[in-house]
Nanobody, 116 residues
Framework: QVQLVESGGGLVQAGGSLRLSCTAT????????MGWYRQAPGRQRELVAV???????NYADSVKGRFTISRDGAKNTVYLQMNNLKPEDTAVYYC??????????WGQGTQVTVSS
């Protein structure tokens, strides 16, 4: 059983920063990809950023230059540093870890609200 526990969401003014954390516990294959997705009201869930075991990263165009994803392999933890936040970044942010199509796990989500 794999569980993901997220923290770090909240309310911030536009231009501010937040740091999200997600720790995975359970039987986790070391060569996994960890990432963050978000879902705003009335919209589909979308990729924000992903980091592979080899530390390669991929970002949504909308967050490039503002968000940074990183991971601590020893702690099975992934971080998302979000700077220069905009109201359009408001969403529920979900942590994800996967290594096959079957082994694909989600956190419970954490709310990020950016006021203008």
């Amino acid at each position: 059983q794999v569980q993901l526990v997220e923290s770090g969401g909240g309310l911030v003014q536009a231009g501010g920063s937040l740091r999200l954390s997600c720790t995975a516990t359970g039987s986790i294959f070391s060569l996994n990809a960890m990432g963050w997705y978000r879902q705003a009201p009335g919209r589909q869930r979308e990729l924000v950023a992903v980091i592979a075991a080899g530390i390669s990263t991929n970002y949504a165009d909308s967050v490039k230059g503002r968000f940074t994803i990183s991971r601590d392999g020893a702690k099975n933890t992934v971080y998302l540093q979000m700077n220069n936040l905009k109201p359009e970044d408001t969403a529920v942010y979900y942590c994800n870890v996967r290594w096959t199509t079957v082994h694909n796990y989600w956190g419970q989500g954490t709310q990020v609200t950016v006021s203008s």
